[in-house]
Nanobody, 128 residues
Framework: VQLQASGGGLVQAGDSLRLACAPS????????WGWFRQAPGKEREFVAA????????YYADSVKGRFTISRDSAKDTVNLQMNSLKADDTAVYYC??????????????????????WGQGTQVTVSS
């Protein structure tokens, strides 16, 4: 079972991109989904997450108001709409999925070590 991330590309500052994450094989409708990114020379960091069962979301402060994570129930995919992109958003973006318990809080979705499955990453490059 794999997660396929797609939608990356080269854009200019201020432009938009939409990333998509889709599982191949078993679906993960009851999971929590997250997007993370890793810029050159930096550690991988949390971007956004969504709790599938209720659609509630959580964002890193750096992307709040610009990025929107959403779920497509018909396709079992998770999308990341990125608007007003900045050069600092340049990174490889990874989608991930994790199991949830009844006690999993939204803020806990930012912890990458809790994620069970990872996609291969998609490059986003924003030129200034």
């Amino acid at each position: 079972v794999q997660l396929q991330a797609s939608g990356g590309g080269l854009v200019q500052a201020g432009d938009s991109l939409r990333l998509a994450c889709a599982p191949s094989g078993r679906t993960f409708g009851s999971y929590g989904w997250g997007w993370f990114r890793q810029a050159p020379g930096k550690e991988r960091e949390f971007v956004a997450a969504i709790r599938w069962r209720d659609g509630n979301t959580y964002y890193a402060d750096s992307v709040k108001g610009r990025f929107t994570i959403s779920r497509d129930s018909a396709k079992d995919t998770v999308n990341l709409q990125m608007n007003s992109l900045k050069a600092d958003d340049t990174a490889v973006y990874y989608c991930a999925a994790r199991t949830l318990t009844s006690g999993t809080t939204l803020s806990a979705l930012r912890f990458q070590y809790e994620y069970d499955l990872w996609g291969q990453g998609t490059q986003v490059t924003v030129s200034s």
